[in-house]
């Protein structure tokens, strides 16, 4: 449920009606963001953190108390005097015990060695509608921002990174930069604003049993574990690689062969009973020794050769080169089996002189995975697309085109489909910002569609785990952001999938 600051704070209101006490709420909440910090820094540290008066430092507080007794390292950077504290807050200052520091300024920790990890738990919700920051939050904020470009630490915000505006997502002149911003109980509808995305990072939900529901927008969602782990099918004992699916993959040609393996070890990896890749002839013999043992590599005269093999799913496009672009039409005219289209795929159709309305009389069903530059150019010369969010877009975009659903790609990628919710992907990092990162997740969908999930259902999955990969790569492999590659993240999906079922954040 996506909620306004202010709904967030009359839920919270009513929960006070019904009995619920505000500090067995900031427990939960603390003890909430302590296991994610766990989840993101398994190995412990300097916990910066850095207070206002509020309950926003309460719920930082508590988090503090756990981690401390787990052995992390506590700095603190007050924004106020000790004595401005509000009731619940100054009770845990109190309960966190001397063995910390206190720093004037973030400044002193330029040169901290070890991991140095900042929270930010300055202000919340209280912050709505009250206009820039001012005095000392607005220069804690400063000071975070200025530490986290030369030091490289890492910073998590709390409910909301300090400074922006909850309910609009715009950040005022002076708001934390977060890499994680941990948001307790609902998602505040601004953390998804596209003006926001630079601001709150990776997105995390902890979740509070009693302000669970209530008013909201029910028609948006954030990708969770919890919701997302009941698409994944159960397999039954007898269950056998023709219940796990045929996925076909049309991808790769002379420049761009690897494209084809990246996805075809997304559709491994991500669970395909048979995998097949279709090659052009001459390019067999350089393809073939590239794929993974597992992969059926079949050569062909002319890609519509696919159409006559027994299928699921089809997957078009990853690294295809712009030369099919008239075979790909006509498979997609004539293919019965869902089918992704990702990349040449997606420029065959932007290419064509129908463009959109080619898209509409495919009769299969699509799964299309662009990201910006391929979505900008399938819907040149549509005008009234021109000034929306990417959220606006890929709604329109799903409505218009009944048979289509859409996962667009970005930092914050979002899944759209008539009559589904938005769905906005949580996981992810920017080391995925490099090639072949979406070939992966082609095949993943692809294998994903093909053990029986509807294509809506396929990306929602298919972006978190691949997202969740590239995560786990970094904190459980020996990659950073700037060393991950594609295939990293193809050989982290067994680990994403692990942490699906384990309900990771
Ligand atoms: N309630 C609960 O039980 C639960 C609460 N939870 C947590 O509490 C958070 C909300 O806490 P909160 O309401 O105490 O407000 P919070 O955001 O900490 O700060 C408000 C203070 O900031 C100040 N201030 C405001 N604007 C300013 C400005 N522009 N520039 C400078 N200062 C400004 C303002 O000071 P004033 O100006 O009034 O003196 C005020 O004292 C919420 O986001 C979540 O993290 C969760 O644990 C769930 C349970
Ligand atoms: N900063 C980021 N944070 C999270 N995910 C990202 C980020 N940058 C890229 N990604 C993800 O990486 C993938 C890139 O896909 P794409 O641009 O199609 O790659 P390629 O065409 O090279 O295979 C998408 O799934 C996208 O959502
Ligand atoms: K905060």
């Not at 009359?10 to 909430?32: Q, Y």
């Not at 027994?310 to 496009?317: E, M, S, T």
């Not at 309305?357 to 009769?363: A, I």
Request: with cysteine; charged share 20%; glycine share 12%.
């Amino acid at each position: 449920m996506m909620v306004t600051c202010e709904q967030m704070q009359r839920l919270e209101e009513s929960a006070f009606l019904r009995g619920v006490l505000a500090k067995d709420l900031m427990e939960e909440a603390g003890v909430g963001i302590a296991k994610v910090v766990q989840q993101f820094f398994p190995q412990t540290g300097a916990l910066v953190l850095c207070l206002g008066k509020g309950n926003n430092a309460g719920d930082a507080l508590v988090a503090a108390r756990i981690l401390k007794e787990r052995g992390w390292q506590i700095v603190v950077r007050l924004a106020y005097a000790e004595k401005d504290f509000k009731a619940l807050p100054a009770a845990h200052w109190k309960a966190l015990g001397g063995e910390f520091k206190i720093v004037n300024s973030l400044v002193e920790l330029s040169d901290e060695r070890g991991s140095v990890v900042v929270m930010d738990g300055l202000i919340g919700i209280g912050g709505v509608g009250r206009g820039a920051l001012r005095g000392g939050l607005a220069d804690v904020v400063l000071e975070i921002n200025a530490l986290r470009e030369r030091r490289h630490v890492e910073v998590m915000a709390l409910d909301l990174p300090s400074g922006l505006d909850g309910n609009t997502g715009v950040p005022g002149a002076c708001c934390v930069r977060a890499d994680l911003t941990i948001t307790i109980a609902c998602v505040k509808v601004g953390l998804l604003a596209d003006a926001a995305v630079n601001h709150v990072g990776r997105l995390v939900v902890v979740p509070l049993r009693e302000l669970a529901d209530g008013a909201g927008d029910a028609d948006a969602v954030v990708l969770l574990s919890n919701r997302l782990l009941s698409k994944l099918p159960r397999r039954d004992f007898d269950f056998h690689k023709g219940r796990a699916g045929r996925v076909g993959i049309v991808a790769g040609s002379r420049g761009m062969l690897g494209a084809a393996v990246l996805s075809a070890r997304g559709a491994l990896h991500g669970g395909a009973g048979l995998v097949t890749v279709y090659v052009r002839e001459e390019m067999y013999a350089l393809l073939a020794p590239m794929m993974p043992v597992e992969v059926m590599v079949k050569p062909v005269p002319n890609y519509e050769v696919c159409l006559e093999d027994r299928l699921d799913v089809l997957v078009i496009g990853p690294g295809l080169g712009r030369m099919f672009a008239e075979e790909v039409r006509a498979i997609l005219k004539k293919v019965a089996v869902p089918v992704v289209l990702d990349a040449d795929g997606i420029n065959a159709m932007a290419e064509s002189d129908a463009r959109l309305d080619f898209l509409g009389e495919v009769k299969a069903r699509v799964l299309l995975t662009p990201h910006p530059g391929e979505m900008a150019r399938l819907v040149t010369g549509a005008e009234e697309w021109k000034c929306l969010s990417r959220a606006e877009l890929a709604r329109e975009f799903a409505e218009r085109f009944p048979n289509v659903q859409l996962l667009l790609k970005g930092s914050r990628t979002v899944i759209a489909a008539k009559g589904r919710a938005l769905a906005f992907n949580t996981t992810g990092n920017p080391g995925m910002a490099s090639g072949g990162m979406g070939d992966v997740l082609s095949g993943l969908c692809g294998a994903l569609i093909a053990q029986g999930l509807d294509g809506y259902d396929a990306a929602c999955l298919g972006a978190w785990l691949s997202g969740r990969s590239a995560e786990l790569a970094i904190t459980h492999g020996e990659v950073s952001q700037e060393s991950l590659t594609a295939g990293d993240v193809a050989a982290n999906l067994g680990r994403a999938f692990a942490s699906l079922k384990a309900l990771d954040f």
